[in-house]
């Protein structure tokens, strides 16, 4: 069955510093992979997705994930944290069947420290 | 104008009683879901209708009924609600089921059952 897993439930960083949200997923081909962001009381926003092609994605308030196979991972990077990037970051994977199905994980909630 | 619009956006009712929400996009999607965050901040899938027809039903009680007057609109309503109801209920809307994982979210709206 497909899951995803995001293993750091809760992270904090220094406004400036290199941020990194990983995700693992688990399905059987070649995955659809998401990333959303939820700001408090919103709902969710797609900030980068990956079908195909470059395993490198760049997405939207310069966050960028890498689809590495090998590993069933698809962590999600930002070199410079900005205070408007707390949130809680989901990442997700597209069930096959033509049903527009996602599967979301657990969610990781970003603290930034001034 | 909002493109995924829900209300109420709190409801806060006693066990037992019948609640409906209400959902609207304006995005011209042929595709529209509802899902459900728990406490824990757990995303699962509910429901979706593709053009008014349903095409995903994830095991939900069938105290929950969903309905599509046509494929702008995707209402909710709960019968008997129960304690384990309380929730964050999320409408969705995307271009199709082809797996383009592009959802775009309402702002959601808050169930409290007491």
């Known amino acids: 069955a497909q899951s995803v897993t995001q293993p750091d439930i809760h992270i904090t960083v220094s406004e400036g510093a290199s941020l990194e949200l990983r995700c693992n997923y688990s399905?059987?081909?070649?995955?659809?992979l998401f990333w959303y962001v939820q700001s408090p009381g919103q709902g969710l926003q797609l900030l980068l997705k990956?079908?195909?092609?470059?395993?490198l994605v760049q997405g939207i308030k310069g966050f960028e994930a890498e689809f590495k196979r090998s590993q069933s991972s698809f962590n999600l990077r930002k070199p410079s944290v900005h205070w408007s990037d707390a949130a809680e970051y989901f990442c997700?994977?597209?069930?096959?069947?033509?049903?527009?199905?996602?599967?979301f994980g657990q969610g990781t909630t970003l603290q930034v420290k001034p | 104008d909002t493109a995924v619009s829900q209300t109420p956006k709190y409801l806060v009712t006693q066990m037992g009683n019948d609640k409906s929400i209400k959902c609207e996009q304006n995005?011209?999607?042929?595709?529209m879901y509802w899902y459900k965050q728990d406490s824990k901040k757990f995303l699962k899938i509910m429901f979706s209708?593709?053009?008014?027809?349903?095409?995903i039903n994830e095991t939900v009680p069938n105290r929950f009924s969903p309905k599509s007057p046509d494929k702008a609109h995707l209402n909710l309503h709960i019968n008997s609600l129960e304690l384990g109801d309380s929730a964050v209920y999320f409408c969705?809307?995307?271009?199709?089921?082809?797996?383009?994982?592009?959802?775009?979210f309402g702002e959601g709206s808050r169930l409290t059952v007491l």
């Open positions: 969705a809307s995307s271009s199709g089921l082809l797996n383009t994982g592009e959802l775009f």
């Open positions: 399905y059987g081909a070649t995955p659809y």
């Open positions: 990956y079908f195909s092609g470059d395993t």
């Open positions: 997700a994977v597209g069930v096959s069947g033509n049903t527009g199905k996602l599967i």
């Open positions: 995005l011209g999607h042929d595709t």
């Open positions: 209708y593709n053009n008014k027809e349903l095409i």
